[in-house]
C-alpha cells in the first residue's frame, strides 16, 4: 500500500519554542493532508485539513496561529506548534488519500510524540 | 454528520471469533463504512470497507445489514497481537476527499 512517513518520530522541545513536524507522502501526491492530535487514551482528534497551494482548513476549536500548517509541495505538508507549552505535548498523526475520490483508503502516518517541558 | 457509536472496550481470548458492532444511525447514502485498528505510538490501519452486505479480506470480514444503520467488524479466532484499537469510520467529504472523524473506537484486548 501507499506509505505515508512523518519525521521525527518523536521530539522534547523546551517550553516557548516552536517544533516542525513533517508529514510525506513517499510514493503517491497528495493535495490534501489531514493532521490530527492523540492524547494518550483518547481518540484521534481531527486538527486541520492542509490542502496543496492553499490555506489549511482547521476545525472549530484549533488555534491557526498556534498550529502552522503549510503544504508548499503535493508531497509535503508541515505542521509547526509555535510557542509551545506542556499543554501541547500530545501524539501528532496525519494521513493522505492516494486517489482524489471518496471512501478510499487513506493511509496514516506513524505519528510523531511531542513532549514539551 | 454520520456519528458512529462503538463499545467502549471488550475482552477475548487466543483462537476466539470477536465481533465489533458499530453504529451509525445517520449514514448517507453514498457513505461507507470503513474500519481501522490502531495500536500505541502508531497511526491507525486500515483494516477493511463495506458498502452493503458482507466484504471479507485476509484479516477480518464486514457485516453490514439492508438498512446500513450498523456494522460488524468480524475477527476470525483473534491473537494477542489482536490487541488493539479499533474504529469505525463513515467518511466525511471534503472536497472530494474523506475527512476523517474519529469516535472513541473499541479497545480489544485479547489474553493467552
Known amino acids: 500500500g501507499a506509505v505515508v512517513s512523518q519525521h521525527p518520530s518523536w521530539v522534547i522541545c523546551k517550553s516557548g519554542t516552536s517544533v516542525k513536524i513533517e508529514c510525506r507522502s513517499l510514493?503517491?501526491?497528495?493535495?490534501?493532508m489531514f493532521w490530527y492530535r492523540q492524547f494518550p487514551k483518547q481518540s484521534l482528534m481531527l486538527m486541520a485539513t492542509s490542502n496543496e497551494g492553499s490555506k489549511a482548513t482547521y476545525e472549530q476549536g484549533v488555534e491557526k496561529d498556534k498550529f502552522l500548517i503549510n503544504h508548499a509541495s503535493l508531497t509535503l505538508s508541515t505542521l509547526t506548534v509555535t510557542s509551545a507549552h506542556p499543554e501541547d505535548s500530545s501524539f501528532y498523526i496525519c494521513s493522505a488519500n492516494p486517489l482524489r475520490q471518496r471512501n478510499t483508503e487513506a493511509f496514516f502516518g506513524q505519528g510523531t510524540r511531542l513532549t514539551v517541558v | 454528520l454520520a456519528k458512529t457509536t462503538q463499545p467502549i472496550s471488550m475482552d477475548s481470548y487466543e483462537g476466539q471469533e470477536v465481533n465489533i458492532t458499530c453504529s451509525h444511525n445517520?449514514?448517507?447514502?453514498?457513505?461507507?463504512i470503513t474500519w481501522y485498528q490502531q495500536f500505541p505510538s502508531q497511526g491507525p490501519r486500515f483494516i477493511i470497507q463495506?458498502?452493503?452486505t458482507k466484504v471479507t479480506n485476509e484479516v477480518a470480514s464486514l457485516f453490514i445489514p439492508a438498512d446500513r444503520k450498523s456494522s460488524t467488524l468480524s475477527l476470525p479466532r483473534v491473537s494477542l497481537s489482536d490487541t488493539a484499537v479499533y474504529y469505525c469510520l463513515v467518511g466525511i467529504d471534503s472536497g472530494g476527499y474523506n475527512k476523517l472523524i474519529f469516535g472513541a473506537g473499541t479497545r480489544l484486548a485479547v489474553h493467552p
Open positions: 463495506g458498502y452493503k
Open positions: 445517520n449514514i448517507a447514502t453514498n457513505d461507507y
Open positions: 510514493d503517491f501526491q497528495a493535495t490534501t
